[in-house]
Each structure stands twice: as C-alpha cells, then as structure tokens.
C-alpha cells in the first residue's frame, strides 16, 4: 500500500469500507451532530450554559465545539471512507464544519428566542481547522516507530 495511504504499519486508512467500519467512524459524527441540533433547538439555555456564555465568549464556545466536530469528520473520512477521501480527510473535515455550522445557523433563525450570526459560523468553520489538524497532528505524531 502507497505511504500515502497509511499513517504507520499499524493503521490503514482508506480500506475497505465494512457495515461495523461505517457504524464506528461515521457513527459518533451523526451523534455530535444531533446533539449540536438538539442544542440549537433549546430557545432558552440551561442557566450553567448561560453563565459560561457570560464568562467565555460564545465564539470560544463554537469554536471549542466544532473543533471535536471536525476532528470527528476527520478521523471519518480517514478511516472510515474510501482512498480518495482519506486522502482528502483535512478538506471533507473543514467542509463538513462549516457547511454544518451554516445548516445550524440556519436552523436557528427558525427557534423562537435564538438568532443567526455569520460570526458564529465562522467560529465553527475555524473550529473544524483546529480540530481536523489537530486530529491529523496527533496521529501522525502518536503512531510513529
């Protein structure tokens, strides 16, 4: 298999794609995905959440929340999909985040007491490049000889 294809002799990226191997990496994104649904869809946060809006800013937040999103899509693309996306596994990330952050956005203009900021989407497409580098870093670094 091409250098290109395997981050160490231990892991293999882009093969074959199993019913188990969708389930485990695509998995864990449709629940993060959900959940930040479910989370867009509260018109009134919890108070705990409230106060950490008020202590951090929102868009520390997003970022912090799309940074595990992209890492989920990343770690996806790479083990979970074909070669091409495997290969691509940084771009889908960035992509997935940011074409999700617009969706929540959107979504929220429609929950009463909520708005949409452009802002907050460019807080969630920078979280997606943290968390897929970040995601990419570790690997690459984790599983050296």
Do not use: C, N
């Amino acid at each position: 298999m091409a250098s290109e294809q395997m981050v160490s002799t231990d892991i293999q990226v882009g093969s074959s794609i199993t019913p188990l191997s969708i389930v485990r990496y695509w998995g864990p994104v449709g629940l993060y995905a959900g959940l930040i649904f479910f989370g867009s869809s509260i018109s009134t946060p919890p108070e705990a959440i409230s106060s950490l809006i008020k202590e951090i800013s929102d868009k520390v937040l997003h970022l912090s929340e799309y940074a595990l999103f992209g890492a989920l899509i990343y770690r996806a693309s790479r083990h979970g999909s074909g070669p091409w996306m495997a290969q691509h596994a940084v771009l889908a990330a960035v992509a997935g985040s940011a074409l999700y952050g617009v969706s929540d956005e959107t979504h929220q203009w429609f929950v009463p007491l909520r708005e949409a900021d452009v802002l907050d989407v460019v807080a969630d497409t920078v979280g997606g490049i943290v968390g897929a580098w970040g995601w990419r870093w570790i690997e690459r670094h984790a599983y050296r000889d």
